[in-house]
């Protein structure tokens, strides 16, 4: 079974950086370059949307326009890691981010991690 854990939310200040880590396992029928490779957010009351993600294995990625030139996804296919480098970080950012995992008809998220942005 396909898991996705996120790591490195927490607790920043407005113009702060962190950058958050999605380890993946468990691809046994598909290998992970298979997949695309997405980081979704959800802030209270909103619904989730996508942040930054590969759409396809060896394309380039794309972004939200609210985080375009603030944020850079990337992914180590060696290590099954995936990871979102967030600078300028502004209270609007302030969410749970969730990592996600899509190959043809299947899909699998992380359980997200917090990012506070507050001063």
């Known amino acids: 079974q396909v898991q996705l854990v996120e790591s490195g939310g927490g607790l920043v200040q407005p113009g702060g950086s962190l950058r958050l880590s999605c380890a993946a396992s468990?691809?046994?029928?598909?290998?992970?370059?298979?997949?695309?490779m997405d980081w979704y957010r959800q802030a209270p009351g909103k619904e989730r949307e996508l942040v930054a993600g590969f759409p396809s294995v060896d394309g380039s990625p794309n972004y939200a326009e609210s985080v375009k030139g603030r944020f850079t996804i990337s992914r180590d296919n060696a290590k099954q890691m995936v990871y979102l480098r967030m600078n300028s970080l502004k209270p609007e950012d302030t969410a749970v981010y969730y990592c996600y995992a899509r190959y043809q008809r299947l899909e699998y998220w992380g359980q997200g991690t917090q990012v506070t942005v507050s001063s």
């Open positions: 468990g691809f046994t029928a598909f290998s992970f370059t298979n997949y695309r």
